[in-house]
Nanobody
Framework: QVQLVESGGGLVQAGGSLRLSCAAS????????MGWFRQASGKEREFVAA????????HYGDSVEGRFIVSRDNAKNTVYLEMNSLKPEDTAVYYC??????????????WGQGTQVTVSS
């Protein structure tokens, strides 16, 4: 079992930045691809970013490419999502997730509880 806990969400003005963290326990993360997803009120869950457990390969959703950066520190069992140039449409609950295998969108086995990000205009 992998337990994931997100933190770092909050309220920020448009154009600002936030960094989300996802701390894992139960298993070492190095063997897991880690993903970030978000779900805005009334909308479907959307893939945001993912990072490989092994070679650090990264994938981004089209709406965040060039603005968000996903990274990981396997020694700390933590994954990060640095969010820059935030827009009101980035407002959502952000979730981190883990799976064995390649990073990217799709099905993940383990999920955190989510952290709210609100971007004011």
């Amino acid at each position: 079992q992998v337990q994931l806990v997100e933190s770092g969400g909050g309220l920020v003005q448009a154009g600002g930045s936030l960094r989300l963290s996802c701390a894992a326990s139960g298993r070492a993360l190095w063997n897991y691809a880690m993903g970030w997803f978000r779900q805005a009120s009334g909308k479907e869950r959307e893939f945001v970013a993912a990072i490989s457990g092994s070679n650090g390969g990264r994938h981004y959703g089209d709406s965040v490419e060039g603005r968000f950066i996903v990274s990981r520190d396997n020694a700390k069992n933590t994954v990060y999502l640095e969010m820059n140039s935030l827009k009101p449409e980035d407002t959502a609950v952000y979730y981190c997730a883990a799976r064995v295998g390649a990073p990217g969108p799709g099905t993940y086995r383990y999920w955190g509880q989510g952290t709210q990000v609100t971007v004011s205009s």
